[in-house]
């Protein structure tokens, strides 16, 4: 008989884990939690942006993704058409990759624009299951600020945090139009100094960008500086700073990428710390390097997965489960089964039935799967198994 775990015994250990007070905690938030709440994710957004191009476009977008083969999504096209522009800048002669330097641009910012459209709106199931975890992030007095990473560049995690009125800073500075800081983004949390900031607020890096990222120039000065205008759509002849090439093709746009990935490798591989990844399929495999360089390095740091997918879905297995072999600090908890220092095992039944609740919050009975993947099911959990301060909302019209 294969070996095999209970899911209350994991809970409780989760929940043991996410509620200490002493370490530092890493929230890691992937596409899922978007997608839990209605926004679109990679593949509806290839499909839906795609509609929203002007008819001229669709046929040099289509012909990227055919070129790009099996898999190919929206990103890969950004990725493509940004490689053009760093080659050949905005000529209107030059060609690359099918293109010219106008061509390129102009298909870059009307996918762009097309991204906006899709993202910011009001996801239609609403934005409680982000103030709902936003407000168990205020409800522990850690010794350490909270550090949320995520790749989305939606603006659910923001909103949650507002509306939960939990103060969070984000690296950007100013009222009017504010700019992205590299020194102030890689500022240091170690020293309990009253330099620093609060370590009540959250600290939110958005390491694929957001929809309100965009270079602008100041008009007295001249300098170009990455401003933050997240409910104004772009202008025409503006670059939403989001999901970027990988190829330096611009300073200006490199920076804020380079400075948040820096803060993510650094907090990883030094001090205690507990990453906890939430509807994240781990697709990023610079992103990856630098979560397992920090675990295999840093023998204080664990990080707990909580995996929509199932762990045997070859996509989990390729990006997920082979890299970190050997790797003892690595919990991975997916509907189908789990992986616990460095042994991976399916689920049994919860030793004992729940008790004042109709379900544990962590666990299908019907289906026999642990369903902390899902985030809609995560604060409850948080709630239930940890404790949270109440979120207040306006009473229910009669």
């Given amino acids: 008989m294969g070996i095999t775990f209970d899911p209350l015994r994991e809970a409780e250990e989760l929940r043991e884990q996410l509620a200490s007070d002493r370490r530092r905690l890493i929230v890691f938030f992937g596409a899922g939690t978007s997608q839990a709440v209605g926004l679109d994710g990679v593949i509806q957004l290839t499909s839906n942006v795609r509609n929203l191009l002007d008819t001229t476009l669709q046929p040099e977008y289509d012909r990227i993704l055919l070129e790009v083969g099996a898999g190919a999504h929206i990103e890969h096209v950004l990725n493509r058409v940004r490689l053009c522009r760093e080659m050949i800048g905005d000529s209107k002669t030059a060609v690359a ?19 906006y459209q899709r993202i910011c709106v009001d996801p239609t199931k609403g934005f409680q299951l982000h103030a709902e975890f936003a407000a168990w992030l205020s409800s522990i007095q850690r010794a350490k600020p909270v550090e949320i990473f995520s790749t989305n560049y939606d603006l659910l995690i ?16 100013g009222a ?108 990023d495999q610079h ?4 979560l397992f360089a920090g675990l295999r390095s840093n023998n204080r740091c664990s990080m707990s997965v909580l995996s929509f997918d199932s762990l045997s879905k070859p996509e989990m297995e390729e990006n997920l489960i082979k890299p970190t072999q050997g790797i003892r600090n690595l919990t991975v908890y997916g509907p189908d089964a789990a992986l616990v220092g460095g042994t991976k095992g399916a689920w049994s039944e919860p030793a004992k039935p729940p008790s004042g609740t109709t379900n544990w919050p962590f666990w299908d009975d019907i289906k026999k799967e642990f369903v902390l993947g899902n985030f809609q099911n995560l604060p409850r959990f948080l709630r239930e198994f940890i404790g949270a301060r109440p979120l207040v909302t306006k009473p229910a019209v009669v």
């Fill in 158 to 173: 923001e909103r949650g945090l507002e509306i939960a009125l939990v103060p969070y800073f984000d690296g950007f500075l």
């Fill in 287 to 290: 992103i990856n390097d630098i």
């Fill in 97 to 115: 990759g099918g293109f010219t330097g106008t061509a390129a641009t102009e298909l870059d910012r009307a996918i762009c624009k097309g991204i």
């Fill in 176 to 283: 009017v139009n504010p700019y992205f800081s590299d020194a102030a983004a890689d500022f240091r949390d170690d020293a309990d100094s009253l330099n620093q900031l609060p370590r009540t607020w959250a600290r939110l890096w958005k390491l694929h960008g957001s929809i309100g990222w965009r270079v602008a120039e100041e008009t007295i000065t001249g300098t170009k500086k990455v401003i933050r205008q997240p409910l104004i759509p772009p202008k025409a002849d503006e670059d939403l700073m989001i999901f970027p090439s990988r190829d330096k093709y611009s300073d200006s746009r490199r920076l804020p990428f380079v400075a948040l990935h820096d803060r993510l490798r650094r907090l990883t591989t030094s001090g205690e710390c507990l990453i906890l990844v939430v509807g994240y399929s781990f697709g």
